[in-house]
């Protein structure tokens, strides 16, 4: 492996269920010097109803263990751990850090909740389960991002912290 600290994302849409494209992806991730891959957990079609599917499980191991990268994983653009029922979703959470283990990705990246930077208890809910997913993952880092927002640019400015002030 090269000594360069270079991560290549690999769009969801290039790869979409197919190892021979995933396999060329990779392939373009280390011609361009990378040795990081940021891998979409939705486009390798491992998981239904959020549980892995052993035979692409296998498959794709098998593709990503011929290249030399170290790997991260974004969970489903779809997943949001206050949608639905909650121990599920921390539940499949746990299915994602399974197959991480199998293929050697070390970071796992999700978005939090949709929540307006107002609600204090929608944040210490969202706090709290991922600190109980942390504890799943032992070894595995747990990345959050910010979540697509697509209301309105007040409520957006809400979201991230540089809205209207609030009254005292």
């Given at each position: 492996m090269n000594n360069k600290n270079i991560g290549i994302g690999l769009n969801a849409d290039w790869v979409d269920g197919d190892d021979e494209r995933?396999?060329?992806c990779l392939n373009l991730a280390k011609s361009s010097g990378?040795?990081?891959?940021?891998?979409?957990?939705h486009s390798m079609d491992i998981f239904i109803n959020h549980k892995i599917l052993k035979n692409r499980l296998l498959d794709v191991k098998k593709v990503l263990?011929?290249?030399d990268f170290n790997y991260s994983m974004h969970m489903p653009y779809s997943f949001d751990p206050q949608r639905g029922d909650i121990d599920e979703n921390i539940s499949?959470?746990?299915?994602c850090i399974?197959?991480?283990r199998e293929v050697n990705i070390?970071?796992?990246t999700a978005h939090?909740?949709?929540i307006n930077i107002y609600?204090?208890?929608?944040?210490k809910k969202n706090i709290e389960i991922y600190k109980k997913v942390g504890k799943l993952a032992e070894d595995i880092k747990i990345g959050i991002e910010n979540p697509y927002y697509t209301k309105g640019i007040d409520e957006c400015r809400d979201y991230i912290g540089v809205g209207r002030q609030v009254a005292k």
């Open positions: 995933l396999r060329h990378g040795n990081s891959c940021e891998l979409i957990a263990l011929e290249f499949f959470f746990k299915e399974n197959f991480a070390t970071c796992i939090a909740s949709e609600d204090e208890e929608g944040i």
